[in-house]
């Protein structure tokens, strides 16, 4: 079963910032938070993943609440393509475990 | 590297038909996954692969479903006696032991009639 609790969905303007939240309150020690999306017809795409400390990258950032009960994933500059369904995962490290996904987040990023 | 390739990216079969489907991973990824996806789910997890060894099934891989992956390299779903409820999208994946991401395919999309 999923870990995670995120909205079904949110909406965005082109050009702003997105932001979507993702509550995780049993989160272990050595849990990461790993964020994915997929866009239609395709499959799901990795984005970012963290453990404690705030990560950033070429496609978004990730927000890790100290207590890591919680984390955010920032778009900064939404564009249509970004239009997808985003999956927040809470789980061991990749190479020990497989993920397990829930319903994610449908981000509509409109012009 | 041209990613993970699924073939093929849509199946129609009747009910009752067997079918297989490839998935081609990133040459250089150890580890295979296959996953299932029906409509607005998030996709679940089947199947796992460390090199020609499978590792881990899940209690949605009936005795209907087999997965192989000769020799570490490319891998194939079968699915017998197809019934409407294996209608979904079904997705491979592949990664690396030392990697957090995986890289998945585009799915083949089966529908059962």
């Known amino acids: 079963d999923a870990k995670t609790t995120q909205p079904t969905s949110m909406d965005c303007a082109e050009g702003r910032a997105a932001n979507l939240p993702c509550n995780h309150s049993?989160?272990?020690?050595?849990?990461?938070v790993y964020w994915y999306r997929q866009i239609h017809s395709q499959g799901p795409q990795y984005i970012i993943h963290?453990?404690?400390n705030n990560e950033t990258n070429e496609m978004a950032s990730l927000i890790i609440t100290e207590d890591r009960k919680s984390s955010t994933l920032i778009l900064p500059h939404a564009t249509l393509r970004d239009t997808a369904v985003y999956y927040c995962?809470?789980?061991?490290?990749?190479?020990?475990?497989?993920?397990?996904f829930g319903k994610g987040t449908m981000l509509l990023v409109s012009p | 590297d041209t990613g993970v390739s699924q073939d093929p990216r849509h199946k129609i079969t009747k009910r009752g038909q067997n079918v297989t489907f490839r998935c081609d991973p990133i040459?250089?990824?150890?580890?295979l996954y296959w996953y299932r996806q029906t409509l607005g789910q998030g996709p679940e997890f089947l199947t796992y692969f460390q090199n020609e060894a499978q590792l881990e099934k899940s209690r949605l891989l009936s005795d209907r479903f087999s997965a192989e992956r000769p020799k570490g390299s490319f891998s194939t779903l079968e699915i017998q006696r197809t019934e409407q409820g294996d209608s979904a999208m079904y997705l491979c994946a592949s990664s690396l032991d030392s990697s957090y991401g995986y890289t998945f395919g585009s799915g083949t999309r089966l529908t059962v009639v």
């Open positions: 995962i809470v789980n061991y490290y990749s190479g020990y475990s497989t993920l397990t």
């Open positions: 040459s250089e990824h150890n580890r």
């Open positions: 963290g453990l404690k």
């Open positions: 049993t989160i272990s020690g050595n849990e990461y």
